[in-house]
């Protein structure tokens, strides 16, 4: 029988322990202040992150591109797009290379709001990381940006065959070159 307690192997894999301990939280606390964030806009979390996906992607995207490039669910994104396309922010038009995958744009309302999003995000991480050490924040990117490698590796990843893994957002700018 498997105790409850299981035994861990050096420090390497406590620090390890505690970055992903720490990443949960800071996940659900970034979650709940981006729906703060987002609230006055007329916007969650989820419906902010879609927007932003095809925002910075600079072109229409399908619903599967939006899941891979987010790291969600197509399942998710799907109920989301058609609650933006209710609210006018999205709109789906047809897709050459797929008849049943439609592809989601940006509508002037939706990039009106996105940018809007953009001011008040700026603002909001600039208060934020006030005083924090600029190279501490450059490791901690660069430290996650390589366990998402790893754990899209490990786990037949969501990447895009080809596609090297970086920062998410230059990421998905790149792609509108």
């Given at each position: 029988m498997i105790r409850h307690q299981q035994v861990r192997t050096g420090r390497r894999t406590e620090a390890a322990t505690e970055v992903i301990l720490w990443t949960f939280r800071t996940n659900g606390l970034l979650l709940r202040s981006g729906d703060l964030l987002a609230g006055d806009e007329g916007l969650s979390s989820a419906r902010w992150q879609v927007l932003g996906a095809v925002a910075l992607a600079g072109r229409p995207l399908t619903v599967p591109q939006i899941a891979r490039?987010?790291?969600?669910?197509?399942?998710?994104?799907?109920?989301?797009?058609?609650?933006?396309?209710?609210?006018?922010?999205?709109?789906?038009?047809?897709?050459?290379?797929?008849?049943?995958?439609?592809?989601?744009?940006?509508?002037e309302l939706g990039r009106a709001r996105y940018?809007?999003?953009?001011?008040?995000?700026?603002?909001?991480v600039s208060r934020l990381t006030e005083g924090l050490d600029i190279s501490s924040l450059e490791t901690t990117a660069s430290t996650l940006g390589d366990l998402c490698r790893r754990l899209e590796t490990d786990s037949g990843?969501?990447?895009e065959v080809g596609q090297?893994?970086?920062?998410?957002?230059?990421?998905?700018?790149?792609?509108?070159?």
């Amino acid at each position: 029988m498997i105790r409850h307690q299981q035994v861990r192997t050096g420090r390497r894999t406590e620090a390890a322990t505690e970055v992903i301990l720490w990443t949960f939280r800071t996940n659900g606390l970034l979650l709940r202040s981006g729906d703060l964030l987002a609230g006055d806009e007329g916007l969650s979390s989820a419906r902010w992150q879609v927007l932003g996906a095809v925002a910075l992607a600079g072109r229409p995207l399908t619903v599967p591109q939006i899941a891979r490039r987010m790291g969600l669910t197509r399942q998710s994104v799907h109920a989301t797009v058609g609650r933006l396309v209710a609210d006018g922010l999205l709109g789906l038009v047809p897709n050459a290379d797929h008849q049943r995958s439609q592809l989601v744009q940006l509508t002037e309302l939706g990039r009106a709001r996105y940018r809007a999003m953009e001011r008040r995000q700026v603002a909001w991480v600039s208060r934020l990381t006030e005083g924090l050490d600029i190279s501490s924040l450059e490791t901690t990117a660069s430290t996650l940006g390589d366990l998402c490698r790893r754990l899209e590796t490990d786990s037949g990843g969501s990447r895009e065959v080809g596609q090297p893994v970086t920062s998410p957002r230059s990421r998905l700018e790149r792609r509108t070159r």
